[in-house]
């Protein structure tokens, strides 16, 4: 009886020990991610755009704050139109939902889906990196990693 369990206790050891090499084979050997601008036709806005009344609203708290001047931080503040395009903006992202970005609630959606990538750059933040795709008005969508990437031909490739 004591030999059984004995015997049992080292069986379990060895198929712990397989599971974990398995294991770490598995993750190993994970592969390349590649990344190319999304297509916005297929893109989607995620929130509602602000109503003029909350712009208005928001103006008057944000551009009152005496931090903000004392900072030298009010360029935004000089006109309420300034504010506006500033802040009018909604979140939009790919369909996979990989790329995001704030795009201005000036500009139509017909016009933003009907928009074509312009070319993909690479940015480090720190030890984040930031897959930027840009399209033309303005318009950037951007995924954020902390895999390493490489840029070419508007491609990404990150491991």
Known sequence: MNRRVATSGVVTRRTRAWSVLLLAAVCGTASAATFVCPDLSTAAQVNACPPDEELKFTYSGFCSDNAKAYANQTDSCIRYEDYR?????????????????????DLPPTQVKALKPAGMTLEKQGKLTKLVCGYDKGIRLTHRTKANCTVANARATCD
Request: some cysteine.
């Open 85 to 105: 395009a500033m802040k009018n903006v909604a979140l939009w992202e790919s369909a996979d939902g990989a790329f995001d970005g704030y795009i201005s609630c």
